[in-house]
């Protein structure tokens, strides 16, 4: 029995490596490809290929706090779409099939997605840089999907930045023009713009955005318990506003059951504290003192455990940002040395050349002078046998 409970021990951390090390072997063979490619539809397919494979996960590992893997696979993945002859690559495609479209596509997301890694690990200045590049992307695509997306993140990164007022502008924005509620990934579109009008006091707008959430994320049957469980929150939030016990309750706890699963969801800054703290809400607002302390100790050993995560992932990421502008720095000295060695080279060259030519024209001047003194003394004989 114990060997049997090793080996499945073994057999478990042998997976894990595995899975680590599989998209890392796989991307190296796929560039190998690349490389060795001659036609331009197969070149586009193995960088579509490339792409998908440095996305796979990094939602996954951005809510799970692994920013430093993420990071060095969105920075990858930059390296692909900024690379010129790839660009023109696809440009020479945009006739043939769908190529050009999927690659912007897949360039628009890479941009939205590394702003919210951006905002998730608090350099909001970068995030909303992101997000703008993403929103003209969008744009000039024609993608309304993409651009009410980046809307969205753009006022909830100003709602976490305590600019209430420009929040609310972009969702107005958003929701001046027909949404279709059943869109994918909308659910996060219908919870930060609820979270907003929330916020603003407009309970009965926030009830009907947390709503359309649910609503949205069950039509779609996609990622289900993160979609359920911050608009379940949201729904529990706005019933304490409204004094409705019953209902502040239900979705209380139906969050919390949720993110007791999943733990946190990263992109939106929920956790299960946060589930917690909702729950010592409820309670106290509704005058049940005992079961508002429970929670309250809850919240704080869960809002403990997740502050203490939080700080090692950013310290994580810090470093891995550190290495980066440390090999930047190296970088660009060792560029700096190379124009510099180039241009003493070049200065040396130009001396040599003038050096060379100074010696031509001394040799040249005194062959001539060596010439006119012979010519002079072959006169002088010359006048004197006459």
Same mark, same amino acid.
């Given at each position: 029995?114990?060997?049997?409970?090793?080996?499945?021990?073994?057999?478990?951390?042998?997976?894990?490596?595995?899975?680590?090390?599989?998209?890392?072997? =796989?991307?190296?063979?796929?560039?190998?490809?690349?490389?060795?490619?001659?036609?331009?539809?197969?070149?586009?397919?193995?960088?579509?290929?490339?792409?998908?494979?440095? #996305? =796979?996960?990094?939602?996954?590992?951005?809510? +799970?706090?692994?920013?430093?893997?993420?990071?060095?696979?969105?920075?990858?993945?930059?390296?692909?779409?900024?690379?010129?002859?790839?660009?023109?690559?696809?440009?020479?495609?945009?006739?043939?099939?769908?190529?050009?479209?999927?690659?912007? #596509?897949?360039?628009? +997301?890479?941009?939205?997605?590394?702003?919210?890694?951006?905002?998730?690990?608090?350099?909001?200045? #970068?995030?909303?840089?992101?997000?703008?590049?993403?929103? #003209?992307?969008?744009?000039?695509?024609?993608?309304?999907?993409?651009?009410?997306?980046?809307?969205?993140?753009?006022?909830?990164?100003?709602?976490?930045?305590?600019?209430?007022?420009?929040?609310?502008?972009?969702?107005?924005?958003?929701?001046?023009?027909?949404?279709?509620?059943?869109?994918?990934?909308?659910?996060?579109?219908?919870?930060?713009?609820?979270?907003? =009008?929330?916020?603003?006091?407009?309970?009965?707008?926030?009830?009907?955005?947390?709503?359309?959430?649910?609503?949205?994320?069950? @039509?779609?049957?996609?990622?289900?318990?993160?979609?359920?469980?911050?608009?379940?929150?949201?729904?529990?939030?706005?019933?304490?506003?409204?004094?409705?016990?019953?209902?502040?309750?239900?979705?209380?706890? *139906?969050?919390? +059951?949720?993110? *007791?699963?999943?733990?946190?969801?990263?992109?939106?800054?929920?956790?299960?504290?946060?589930?917690?703290?909702?729950?010592?809400?409820?309670?106290?607002?509704?005058?049940?003192?005992?079961?508002?302390?429970?929670?309250?100790?809850?919240?704080?050993?869960?809002?403990?455990?997740?502050?203490?995560?939080?700080?090692?992932?950013?310290?994580?990421?810090?470093?891995?940002?550190?290495?980066?502008?440390?090999?930047? @720095?190296?970088?660009?000295?060792? =560029?700096?040395?190379?124009?510099?060695?180039?241009?003493?080279?070049?200065?040396?060259?130009?001396?040599?050349?003038?050096?060379?030519?100074?010696?031509?024209?001394?040799?040249?001047?005194?062959?001539?002078?060596?010439?006119?003194?012979?010519?002079?003394?072959?006169? *002088?004989?010359?006048?004197?046998?006459?």
């Amino acid at each position: 029995m114990k060997k049997l409970i090793i080996s499945i021990f073994l057999t478990f951390i042998i997976g894990i490596g595995f899975a680590q090390i599989s998209k890392s072997f =796989k991307n190296d063979s796929l560039q190998i490809q690349l490389r060795k490619a001659t036609h331009d539809t197969t070149k586009a397919n193995l960088i579509l290929e490339i792409l998908n494979n440095l #996305e =796979k996960g990094n939602l996954k590992d951005m809510n +799970n706090g692994h920013f430093d893997k993420v990071y060095d696979a969105y920075i990858n993945m930059f390296d692909v779409c900024e690379n010129t002859e790839n660009q023109l690559l696809f440009k020479k495609l945009e006739s043939k099939g769908d190529y050009y479209e999927r690659f912007w #596509e897949r360039y628009n +997301n890479h941009t939205f997605n590394f702003g919210v890694l951006m905002g998730v690990t608090a350099n909001i200045e #970068e995030q909303l840089h992101y997000f703008k590049l993403a929103y #003209e992307m969008a744009k000039v695509r024609n993608s309304l999907w993409q651009q009410t997306t980046v809307q969205s993140n753009i006022a909830f990164a100003f709602q976490h930045d305590n600019k209430v007022d420009s929040a609310q502008f972009y969702i107005n924005k958003i929701f001046a023009n027909p949404v279709d509620p059943f869109a994918r990934y909308y659910f996060y579109v219908f919870y930060q713009a609820g979270d907003i =009008k929330l916020e603003a006091g407009n309970y009965e707008q926030a009830k009907d955005l947390f709503s359309k959430g649910i609503e949205n994320t069950l @039509k779609n049957s996609f990622d289900l318990e993160i979609g359920l469980s911050i608009n379940s929150l949201g729904l529990s939030k706005v019933y304490q506003h409204l004094n409705k016990r019953d209902s502040s309750y239900y979705y209380g706890i *139906k969050s919390l +059951n949720l993110l *007791k699963e999943i733990k946190e969801v990263q992109v939106v800054k929920v956790d299960l504290a946060t589930a917690y703290e909702n729950m010592f809400q409820h309670f106290q607002r509704f005058s049940q003192r005992d079961s508002a302390f429970k929670y309250l100790q809850l919240a704080n050993i869960e809002r403990a455990v997740f502050t203490k995560k939080t700080i090692s992932n950013l310290a994580t990421f810090q470093q891995v940002l550190l290495k980066r502008q440390l090999a930047l @720095k190296d970088l660009t000295r060792q =560029k700096i040395e190379a124009e510099g060695r180039m241009r003493m080279y070049i200065l040396l060259t130009a001396l040599f050349v003038f050096v060379a030519f100074g010696v031509v024209l001394l040799y040249s001047y005194l062959q001539k002078k060596k010439a006119n003194v012979l010519l002079a003394s072959q006169k *002088k004989k010359s006048k004197a046998l006459s």
